[in-house]
């Protein structure tokens, strides 16, 4: 929404893919149901016609576009967004790369190939260095030596089969602790290896949570649902009660909003001091981490105590409280008496009185 209210935009182009046989244009009309776009209905109801879809898949080559949308990208786009990307961190390597690392590599592609292009903004991560070797160390903005090329990421995940890349990635990856940080680590040396003749930057958010203000407090993705946002949301409503990680270890939490409104200054920035003749790629990092840090066990009492007593929740399946470990054999101990056993007892109810299996949530949890 601050793009409409700052900006009189002529098109926002939206790359999706069809899904379950939804033609892109229905799928983003269902997207503006979302309350998210009341705003802009009722402030602008205009700009919503200017959000054009584009049928296309990061995950291919020339990002899926077909060559009519592609020769029409080229003529008309001035910014580039690029912030598509597989955030699991149990995705397998060749998912992975080819979604994180080739996907940026033909994005840049099209970059290359807009004519009028001011500002390309590349989206990675404040994680893409947290490896081994550069822990208790303060990632600065620059970029880092890639733990490999790109061009023989890329060839390998597209030639060696599945069963072999599967087998070698824990070698492949070294200090890195999953292949999300891994490829977006990979993701940079691209863009480093590509930015000439680009008007580019690149912003490294944290950990991204729920909105503080826009477009509303508390405003959260329902679809996005894991890491930090699963940790404040499942104990808010009495879903999850345990979890392991370190009491003093810092977390670099950033609302939604905070890091949307970064971006946007970034491109803004990136073009201003293109057309000065600034032409070397700037890094920004959004995070509170170093300056305003927070901690597990802060949002922990924050997020149980706090939330229980001020505001309480409708939607509530049980009492909030959390038990926090760093033990792996204390958490295994808790995860069987607060998921596993009362997800099981709740199946069973299920099955007694004739419903259907559930997947209780509980399960879920523990298989997290």
Known sequence: MSIYRATNVSKVFVLLRPKKGKAVELRINELLQDPVFDWVKEHKPKSLNKIVPIAGDVAEM???????????????????????????????????????????????????????????????????????????????????????????????????????????????????????????????????????????????????????????????????????????????????????????????????????????????????????GQTAPKIYSVTASTRNPTRWDNLVNINTSEVRTNYPTPAAIGWSFVWQTQYPLVFLIYSWFLHFIPGHVVDGICALLGKERSDPPQLRMGAM
């Not at 996005?224 to 939490?253: C, E, K, Q, T």
Request: hydrophobic fraction near 45%; aromatic fraction near 8%.
């Open 62 to 276: 020339r990002l899926g576009i077909s060559d009519k949308d592609w020769k029409m990208l080229a003529e008309e786009i001035n910014i580039i967004f690029h912030m598509a990307a597989t955030t699991r961190f149990d995705e397998t390597l060749r998912v992975a790369t080819m979604i994180n690392v080739r996907g940026a590599r033909e994005a840049l592609i099209l970059g290359k190939a807009c004519k009028q292009l001011k500002s390309y903004v590349h989206v990675s991560t404040a994680y893409s260095y947290a490896c081994d070797n550069l822990i208790d160390t303060e990632v600065l903005e620059d970029f880092y030596k890639s733990p490999i090329d790109p061009d023989t990421l890329i060839k390998m995940t597209e030639t060696v089969d599945e069963t072999r890349l599967n087998s070698i990635t824990p070698s492949l990856i070294k200090n890195w602790p999953n292949t999300y940080s891994f490829g977006k680590a990979v993701a940079e040396e691209t863009v480093k290896n590509m930015c000439e003749g680009l008007p580019l930057c690149v912003v490294r958010p944290a950990i991204v949570i729920c909105a503080m203000k826009e477009p509303m407090p508390g405003w959260l993705d329902m679809s996005n649902v894991y890491g930090a946002s699963g940790i404040v949301l499942g104990p808010g409503i009495g879903l999850m009660h345990s979890f392991m990680a370190r009491d003093d270890v810092h977390i670099g939490l950033v609302p939604v909003d905070y890091v949307n409104n970064a971006i946007l200054a970034a491109a803004w920035e990136t073009a201003k001091r293109v057309a000065a």
